[in-house]
């Protein structure tokens, strides 16, 4: 028996994990003006610990889906946060 699977669902699928690797990213690149008030290399170290600490989380996340909300969502927001803040703030 063919397992079918509906494009709609792999898009739905797709945005459901994406999603907060977007959301953050996009939240990130408004803190330009951030580098005003603290120095942008502090923010790049900050931002580069991030990366780091969502590196960690996705190497210890077991691949199970009941491993989704405690490694893999932190991990994406961490990442996405951590390399939007690297792009935003490196001249």
């Known amino acids: 028996m063919a397992i079918t699977v509906s494009p709609s669902s792999i898009f739905k699928h797709?945005?459901?994990?994406?999603?907060?690797?977007?959301?953050?990213?996009?939240?990130?690149?408004?803190t330009g003006?951030?580098?005003r008030i603290v120095s942008p290399k502090w923010?790049?170290?900050?931002?580069?610990f991030?990366?780091?600490?969502?590196?960690?989380?996705?190497?210890?996340?077991?691949?199970?889906?009941?491993d989704y909300w405690s490694y893999v969502f932190p991990a994406l927001t961490l990442g996405?946060?951590?390399?939007?803040?690297?792009?935003t703030h490196t001249k």
């Open 80 to 87: 996405g946060s951590g390399a939007m803040l690297t792009y």
């Open 50 to 66: 991030l990366c780091m600490v969502a590196t960690i989380l996705l190497a210890l996340g077991g691949g199970k889906p009941e």
């Open 33 to 35: 003006s951030l580098s």
């Open 14 to 30: 797709i945005l459901l994990i994406r999603s907060p690797l977007c959301v953050t990213a996009i939240a990130m690149s408004f």
């Open 43 to 48: 923010i790049i170290l900050t931002s580069l």
